[in-house]
Every structure is written in structure tokens, then in C-alpha cells.
């Protein structure tokens, strides 16, 4: 797919190359000789003089640049507007999930129940199949697997990523289905395996941009989670600048900053995946 995709790209690389040199030279090669046999009948005419003609010239090649300039951004234009197409279809997709519970949690720990339940990704594999478990108030769990095993499938479950083919899953005995999506969301936190971090400051990156969380919360979330030193490392703080994709940050080093995002959200149960 990937071969595939940079054949694509270097064809239509070249293409465009091709295209705008050619009628980059095409186009002032026939302007050149326009202006020139113009500018000569004038001249013989006795009606402009050899400085004219090179004042005409020269400024006629004066328009080579911003002509390709707006050609560039025209390309430029048309990335925008297939970026533009592709947002609108992703606000499109409708989820799968239903999102017609009206139930609410109340805070502080909760209980978390499987019974008897099985998944498959919609195709023939199972992969998990009658889980029950029930996990008490402020209790935790480990669950140790081999690759592949189905544990991020267990946390998706939980996280109403997906609903189970078969089974229920309950959260202080309510159904997840019975609990409204956007507070069931507020009240999981998980680290996932992977961590996105984005380009801006570190504030941003915890934060999210909301504005009602201070510094002081964020100092407070990295003082309960004792990682004070690991802060200290950063030379300007929350105004450390983070590069796309978490760039200049070691894996646990991004892990550590998804784990005070996930304390300043304050959730009631928290998920923790391949977390090291
Ligand atoms: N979106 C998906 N669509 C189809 N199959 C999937 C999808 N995500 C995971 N699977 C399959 O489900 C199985 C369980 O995957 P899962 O990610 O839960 O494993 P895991 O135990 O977390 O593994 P790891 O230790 O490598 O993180 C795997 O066989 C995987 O190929
Ligand atoms: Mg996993």
C-alpha cells in the first residue's frame, strides 16, 4: 500500500514539475518574442529607444516569479480543499453506538462487572470470549496476556469503544449502555499504548486548552503523582515547547504527561495500558 502510495505521489510530483516548467517557459518564451518584435517596429519607428526595450524586457521577466507564486498557491489551494472534503466526511460518520442512556454515576470509586462477555471485530475471529469478572470499589486489576489476547479489547469494552457481541458490562451495577456516553467518558481515564501529543507547550498538551484548569491544578496533579523530578526536567516548564507526534520525548517521558492529563481530568476509574 505504502509502494503504492509513493508511486502515486512521485508521478503526480513530476507531473505537476513538468507541467508548470513547460508552461513556465513557454509562456515567457512567446511573451519574450512578442515584446521583443513589438518593441522593434517601435524602435525602427523611431518611437522608443534601446533603453525602452530593455526597461520592457526586464520587467516583463519581472512577472516570471509572482506568475509562479500564484500557480504555487493554487496547488496549495487545492490540498485545502481535499483536507477541507476530508474533515467534512469524517463529521459525517455516523457512530455505531447508540447513545440513549440517561443514567448518571455518582462520584468516588466504583464497581465494574463483566458477565459472561464475548467479542469479535465483526469478522469470524473471537477474540474474547464469556470474560466475568467483578472488580470492587477502589480495587485494582492487573491483566497479564499475551500479544494479541485481547487486552486493549477489554479497556475498548469498557470505554464503550465497541459494545460486546454477547454480554453486559456494569458500572456500579448500571448497564454501560444505560449510562450517558459523553459522562461515562468523563468519568474513564485511560492511558492508552499509544501517546498522542501534539505540537504547542507542554500547558497545552495537559490541558487541552481549557482554560479553567490553572497551573496550580497541574502542579497539584504532578505533586500527588510524585513526579516533580521527572518535571523539573523540562527547562522552561509548562512553556516547553513539545514537537509533533511527542518529538524530543522519550516513550515514557510522553507516558508520564498523559498520566497527569488523565489525573487533571479527575476520573472515577482509571485504566492504565501497557503502562511501564
Ligand atoms: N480494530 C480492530 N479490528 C479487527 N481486529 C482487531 C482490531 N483491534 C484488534 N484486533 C485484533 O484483536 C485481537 C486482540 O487485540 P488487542 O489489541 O486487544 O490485543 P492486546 O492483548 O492488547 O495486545 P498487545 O499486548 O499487543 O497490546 C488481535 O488479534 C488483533 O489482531
Ligand atoms: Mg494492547
Not at 476530508?86 to 448518571?104: A, F, P, W
Not at 462477555?117 to 470470549?129: A, E, I, P, Q, R
Amino acid at each position: 500500500m505504502y509502494q503504492e502510495y509513493l508511486r502515486a505521489s512521485r508521478r503526480a510530483w513530476v507531473i505537476s514539475r513538468l507541467s508548470t516548467w513547460s508552461v513556465r517557459i513557454i509562456l515567457f518564451a512567446i511573451a519574450n518574442v512578442v515584446i521583443l518584435s513589438l518593441s522593434l517596429s517601435f524602435y525602427y519607428a523611431g518611437s522608443i529607444t534601446i533603453g525602452t526595450i530593455y526597461m520592457v524586457v526586464y520587467f516583463t521577466n519581472m512577472l516570471v516569479q509572482p506568475l509562479q507564486d500564484i500557480a504555487n498557491n493554487l496547488q496549495e489551494f487545492q490540498n485545502f480543499n481535499a483536507s477541507i472534503l476530508r474533515i467534512n466526511e469524517l463529521k459525517q460518520t455516523q457512530n455505531v453506538l447508540t447513545d440513549k442512556g440517561s443514567h448518571y454515576l455518582s462520584s468516588g470509586p466504583k464497581e465494574v462487572t463483566f458477565n459472561h462477555v464475548s467479542f469479535s471485530y465483526g469478522n469470524d475471529k473471537t477474540v474474547l470470549k464469556d470474560i466475568n469478572l467483578r472488580l470492587g470499589k477502589g480495587k485494582t486489576l492487573g491483566i497479564l496476556g499475551r500479544t494479541g489476547s485481547g487486552k486493549s479489547t477489554i479497556i475498548r469494552l469498557l470505554s464503550r469503544i465497541y459494545d460486546p457481541s454477547v454480554g453486559t458490562i456494569t458500572v456500579d451495577g448500571i448497564n454501560l449502555t444505560d449510562i450517558s456516553l459523553t459522562h461515562l467518558t468523563e468519568k474513564i481515564g485511560v492511558v492508552t499504548q499509544e501517546t498522542y501529543l501534539y505540537q504547542g507547550n507542554i500547558r497545552d498538551n495537559l490541558t487541552f486548552f481549557n482554560p479553567s484548569i490553572t497551573d496550580e491544578d497541574i502542579f497539584t496533579a504532578i505533586r500527588s503523582l510524585g513526579i516533580e523530578d521527572f518535571f523539573s526536567r523540562f527547562p522552561r516548564g509548562l512553556d516547553t515547547i513539545i514537537q509533533p507526534g511527542g518529538g524530543g520525548l522519550s516513550f515514557g517521558e510522553a507516558q508520564l504527561l498523559a498520566l497527569i492529563r488523565l489525573f487533571l481530568k479527575q476520573p472515577d476509574i482509571i485504566i492504565l495500558d501497557e503502562y511501564s
